[in-house]
T-cell receptor, first 118, second 117 residues
Framework: GAVVSQHPSWVICKSGTSVKIECRSL??????MFWYRQFPKQSLMLMAT?????????EQGVEKDKFLINHASLTLSTLTVTSAHPEDSSFYIC??????????????FGQGTRLTVV | AQKITQTQPGMFVQEKEAVTLDCTYD???????LFWYKQPSSGEMIFLIY??????QNATEGRYSLNFQKARKSANLVISASQLGDSAMYFC??????????????FGKGTRLSVIA
């Protein structure tokens, strides 16, 4: 089945530094990928929609200058948390769908990245 | 307004018994899909089952079945013969506009299932 790979699986960074998270579709092309954030014991909240070759679409309340998304190829989207602060500590997870499998198919998720800002 | 409502923050079930996890949804789109995902403590999201709004029959996948009641806008997940490995968070999710493009999933708050030996 379709596989989405996310890297790194966990990262600890100092306040004020930037962290890049990669999301790759391994055996299919993904013109669109989605980035979610999940705080402890909470649900997945959509942050942004990443579109290959164009600007990402951000959800209300998500700072586009803080969470930079780049979707430079059909298999790779990156999320960069810039000038990270402790409140950015969270679980970030990406997803994509293999549209060649049809419109009514499930989304595949990366393994997620647990970010801790100290 | 909440699009996906899961009213059970936590559920306990005895091993080998069946359990139903509730999910109600809200949409005015006639074309939508309902999904259930399992999230173990590792964080990965594991797809379990899918039900399309136009599907006439309830979806089944092994020990998982979906009790789809369209008029009541509910899509409850039934897990039969529970196993210890079923202990995890379970999320109900919906995708609207199935025919209009690649739209994102919207998730409920989840239900934590604990299977007791």
């Amino acid at each position: 089945g379709a596989v989405v790979s996310q890297h790194p699986s966990w990262v600890i960074c100092k306040s004020g530094t930037s962290v890049k998270i990669e999301c790759r579709s391994l055996d299919f092309q993904a013109t669109t990928m989605f980035w979610y954030r999940q705080f402890p014991k909470q649900s997945l909240m959509l942050m942004a929609t990443s579109n290959e070759g164009s600007k990402a679409t951000y959800e209300q309340g998500v700072e586009k200058d803080k969470f930079l998304i780049n979707h430079a190829s059909l298999t790779l989207s990156t999320l960069t948390v810039t000038s990270a602060h402790p409140e950015d500590s969270s679980f970030y997870i990406c997803s994509a769908r293999d549209l060649d499998r049809g419109m009514n198919t499930e989304a595949f998720f990366g393994q997620g990245t647990r970010l801790t800002v100290v | 307004a909440q699009k996906i409502t899961q009213t059970q923050p936590g559920m306990f079930v005895q091993e080998k018994e069946a359990v139903t996890l509730d999910c109600t949804y809200d949409t005015s789109d006639p074309s939508y899909g309902l999904f259930w995902y399992k999230q173990p403590s590792s964080g990965e999201m594991i797809f379990l089952i899918y039900q399309g709004s136009y599907d006439q029959q309830n979806a089944t996948e092994g020990r998982y079945s979906l009790n789809f009641q369209k008029a009541r806008k509910s899509a409850n997940l039934v897990i039969s013969a529970s196993q210890l490995g079923d202990s995890a968070m379970y999320f109900c999710a919906m995708r609207e506009g199935l025919s209009s493009g690649n739209t994102p999933l919207v998730f409920g708050k989840g239900t934590r299932l604990s299977v007791i030996a």
